[in-house]
């Protein structure tokens, strides 16, 4: 099951038990409709009460990536499974979007809210 909903600055999606397809394309639409209307968005994602997910979630997932990657500007994960550290390290591979994980909810609001897009750093 996902909840979703918008905050100051960013969405907000929440994963409790299983993480299935039809709680990825809620995610979905919802990206969508911020890349269109508001520009790439700032997504929180709290997976800390998922218990797992869907094989077919998981394929959607790569391939919304590859598809959508620069509809995203930064997603904070939160989270204190080391399996979803490592497939948010992935997902930089294949996505323009910035991601960080976190295991506090209030840092993960803070970056969302404070760090500048990338391509504005100095460099």
Known sequence: MI???HEDGYYHAVVFNEFTLQDFHEFEQCVAYAAKFEGPARIL??????SGYTLDMAFEDVNFTKEHGRDI???????????VTWSAW???MLTGADI???EEQDDAIY?????EP???KAG
């Not at 970056?111 to 760090?115: D, E, I, K, T």
């Open 73 to 83: 500007e930064r997603i904070a994960v939160l989270t204190i499974d080391q399996w």
């Open 111 to 115: 970056w969302l809210s404070h760090s």
């Open 3 to 5: 909840s979703l909903s």
């Open 100 to 102: 960080q994980v976190f």
């Open 118 to 120: 990338e391509a504005t």
């Open 45 to 50: 994602v709290d997976l800390r009460n998922m």
């Open 90 to 92: 992935l997902a930089r």
